[in-house]
């Protein structure tokens, strides 16, 4: 992930306008990179730069208390995030490092506790090498001069089985979860396959896989080459990808469910806030030389004139998919775009520092109103919404139907 260097002003003070307001403010010890709502929305997992992981109580009077996950001799940041799918009474966590590791945390929120599961380390690729390892990943893991791959993205599959990493060395790697083994490295294996040239900066399965078993296995992934692609984690090589976005961090690629779209950030485009695409199934690895490049997006949604535009970190589509969140640096700005209309419908200005990761769930008092969770330097921010007040601000264009 590309994180620009800002440093935090400390008086500064959130503006929220729209249909808005921060509920809570939680300051951490360092910077946070990545913030996810747990699927019981009981806590905010904040993950920092300095390695940990903030476990924090969404209510805090239902007896609830903060805690964190840190591995021992852990040092470089924790980059991104992934609840699995529950399919037991305890809550499952998996965090990737920009040290190589992948770590599964077991966690039992009753009791503020939480146990290493797992943990895979990668190595970085090295395509002069027999599948891409110096000797064995179990010798590697001796040798004093092993490179280890910088893991940036992390996505779990929606059955809670598998789970896909990418980072600085090119590769999509699917790993089992229940598994120790280490990741397959879905590189090509003919001419007619692609993949990405530069770091993997995003991952998402699609969310139709939750109930439709055509998507379960397809994967979409955002890349500092330019590209994002779309994989099935059983295969080798792309199926297929579109280019002219350069997405910047782990939230800047999301899929809207109910009108099958991509939507992406778009970090380098000084007059582009995202980029709207088709997001099309996963195919048969034959069909895929005919859908190699699915051409331009369908439609681009425009950074406000008269405003300095933000390059875009977070691109996200909100729990009830009637709403966009937007966040990034420059401008450092969090902004809530209608999906339907594109209007800006709440912002929080004045931050002290750039925008890198959000999230979102429905308030557990009020299914019609929402929360975001945002990052902001060292402070995690919770941001109510409430869809049924007026629009704030007019926008323009509409999201393709």
């Known amino acids: 992930m590309v994180v620009a ?128 390892y110096v000797i064995s990943p179990i010798e590697d893991m001796q040798l004093s001069n092993v490179k280890f791959n910088q893991l940036i993205a992390i996505a779990s599959s929606y059955d809670g089985k598998r789970f896909v990493t990418g980072g600085s060395d090119t590769v999509v790697r699917s790993y089992e979860i229940h598994s120790s083994s280490f990741g397959r490295m879905l590189i090509p294996r003919n001419q007619f396959q692609n993949c990405h040239t530069n770091r993997v900066t995003a991952l998402i399965y699609h969310p139709r896989g939750m109930r439709d078993a055509s998507f379960a296995h397809t994967v979409i992934s955002g890349s500092w080459d330019g590209t994002i692609q779309a994989w099935d984690d059983r295969s080798c090589g792309s199926l297929w990808q579109h280019a002219g976005t350069n997405v910047a961090g782990p939230d800047g690629i999301s899929i809207d469910p109910v009108r099958n779209l991509l939507i992406t950030g778009s970090y380098r485009h000084d007059k582009v806030l995202a980029q709207v695409w088709e997001a099309r199934a996963a195919v048969a690895p034959e069909k895929a030389r005919n859908l190699t490049s699915m051409g331009k997006p369908l439609s681009e949604i425009n950074q406000e004139a008269g405003l300095p535009p933000t390059q875009i970190y977070v691109a996200r589509i909100a729990s009830d998919s009637q709403f966009m969140i937007f966040g990034g640096t420059n401008a450092n700005i969090l902004k809530i775009v209608n999906a339907g209309t594109l209007r800006t419908f709440a912002a929080v200005t004045n931050l002290g520092s750039g925008v890198y990761s959000a999230d979102s769930c429905s308030d557990p008092d009020d299914k019609k109103r929402f929360l975001v969770v945002f990052s902001n330097g060292f402070k995690v921010h919770v941001l109510l919404v409430d869809p049924r007040q007026s629009l704030a601000i007019e926008g323009v264009n509409v999201l393709p139907a």
């Open 5 to 132: 260097d800002v440093q935090e002003p400390p008086s500064a003070e959130p503006n929220c306008s729209g249909s808005s307001r921060i509920i809570h403010t939680s300051s951490l010890k360092s910077d946070v990179l990545c913030v996810r709502f747990a699927p019981d929305r009981d806590y905010i997992a904040a993950a920092e730069s300095s390695g940990v992981v903030q476990l924090i109580p969404l209510r805090r009077n239902v007896g609830l208390r903060q805690f964190e996950l840190s591995a021992e001799d852990e040092t470089l940041p924790c980059t991104d995030m992934a609840f699995v799918p529950r399919q037991s009474e305890k809550k499952r966590l998996l965090v990737a490092y920009a040290s190589g590791f992948v770590r599964l945390w077991q966690i039992t929120p009753a009791n503020s506790k939480a146990v290493l599961y797992r943990s895979w380390r990668e190595v970085q690729y090295n395509p002069e090498l027999p599948d891409g």
